[in-house]
């Protein structure tokens, strides 16, 4: 199958390239990027004109977790403690596999709709979810979450371990990674175990971190640490790790999680509504720490829009260090593309847009009052377009919108 877009407005993300290029033509073959350039001449089974419209590299959601759909806007007036305890675990308890099946396929529906095409996942019966991410169509890393607060350890360690030897759902568009809930979740003993069966099969590592100042005492009680990173000093030197939140951070948490090469998944909206605070984004960026974007599950950060997601993490940054000149649109728009395709180790594949990699890359229609006029168009994207502006969706070559 061979679809041309023809004259679009082009943002590649792709540092080879110009930032912006107007007037190009991209060739998708199958589910590659087959050629950029002007004027393409080829023989193709289907045209997109995509005259006066702007094609970007679809968003890479780093932190989610896809069957929280349902349980959009059930925690205002929580901490996030509370809100675990009373409110989320009792109900995940009762959900059925169709629940979760159900759940991810409207999760996956409003990732198509505002412009995300790949998101990392962490839940559990995930069966159902890969099922539904193969029905959708969407890329997605996921895995069987870890913890063992509960006494329930070993068991979800052998599951994981089950998923990551098994057919299920075996596509390339999916692809397992270890994820272990939370140090405040975790044992140290446990947490060892989590590790290493990420360096056993070289698989990426994902975990939830100082996502507030309660969990910052529980690990430096539990753990017997001056430092949260202390934990990940000791543990994560050979494993290629996405902690998400990372809100309450000193200046040694950031100068070692610098030579762990961790990188961050950033869920603004999530932090704010839990009353998390605000991360030091800025300061983990000029540490030069890989920070990518990410929703968190819809409970806490509502929506999929990654948009949405890029707004406030510049008004964020901007307002809180009191400086206009931080997080300049087209660094945040990186964000939300490429630096999530370097935290997942899939730069070579997804990210920007350039011939090779796959065809993964969403066509938005600016052409409308709030975002007219146009005088700067990464500003435009950052701060004035929403989901609702994506026309058109395409995960590994096929238009899912
Ligand atoms: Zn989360």
Same mark, same amino acid.
């Not at 599950?297 to 999929?304: E, K, V, W």
């Not at 007219?372 to 005088?375: E, K, Q, T, V």
């Given at each position: 199958m061979k679809l041309l877009i023809k004259n679009c407005n082009l943002i590649s993300v792709d540092s080879n390239r110009d930032k912006y290029e107007e007037g190009i033509d991209i060739l998708i073959e199958n589910d590659i990027i087959k050629k950029i350039g002007k004027n393409i001449d080829e023989n193709v089974e289907k045209v997109i004109d995509a005259t006066n419209k702007v094609v970007m590299p679809g968003f890479i959601n780093t932190h989610a977790h896809v069957p929280m759909s349902i349980f959009k806007e059930n925690l205002d007036g929580y901490t996030l403690q509370e809100w675990l305890t009373q409110k989320i675990w009792p109900a995940e308890a009762k959900l059925t596999d169709e629940d979760i099946y159900n759940a991810s396929i409207l999760s996956f529906k409003e990732m198509i709709d505002t412009g995300t095409t790949t998101i990392v996942d962490m839940y559990f019966m995930q069966n159902n979810i890969i099922k539904a991410a193969v029905d959708s169509g969407v890329r997605i890393e996921l895995t069987r979450t870890l913890m063992d607060s509960d006494g329930e350890g070993d068991r979800k360690l052998k599951e994981l371990e089950e998923l990551i030897n098994s057919d299920i759902g075996r596509n390339e568009n999916v692809t397992i990674n270890v994820g272990a809930h939370a140090l405040y979740t975790c044992s140290e003993e446990y947490l060892k175990k989590a590790i290493d069966l990420a360096n056993k099969y070289n698989l990426n590592f994902q975990m939830h971190f100082c996502e507030n100042s309660q969990e910052v005492l529980d690990i430096k009680r539990d753990y /017997?640490?001056? +430092?949260?990173a202390d934990v990940l000093e000791k543990h994560l030197k050979n494993t290629n790790s996405i902690l998400a939140h990372c809100v309450k951070l000193t200046d040694k948490d950031i100068e070692k999680m610098k030579e762990l090469n961790i990188s961050v998944a950033h869920c603004p909206v999530s932090n704010l509504k839990l009353g998390c605070g605000i991360a030091r984004i800025n300061d983990l960026q000029e540490a030069g720490i890989n920070v990518a974007l990410g929703t968190d @599950?819809? @409970? *806490? @950060? *509502? *929506?999929?829009d990654m948009f949405e997601v890029m707004k406030f993490t510049a008004l964020l940054q901007k307002g809180v260090n009191e400086n206009? !000149?931080?997080?300049p649109a087209y660094e945040v728009i990186k964000m939300a593309t490429i630096n999530g395709a370097k935290a997942l180790r899939m730069e070579d594949k997804i990210g920007s847009i350039a011939e090779g990699k796959k065809a993964d890359l969403i066509i938005l229609n600016l052409d409308t009052s709030v975002v /007219?006029?146009? +005088?700067d168009i990464f500003a435009s994207i950052v701060y004035?377009? !929403? @989901?609702? /502006?994506?026309e058109t969706t395409i995960i590994n070559g096929k238009i899912l919108k």
């Open positions: /017997n640490v001056n +430092n949260p @599950g819809q @409970g *806490s @950060g *509502s *929506s999929l206009p !000149k931080q997080m /007219n006029p146009i +005088n004035n377009t !929403k @989901g609702s /502006n994506v």
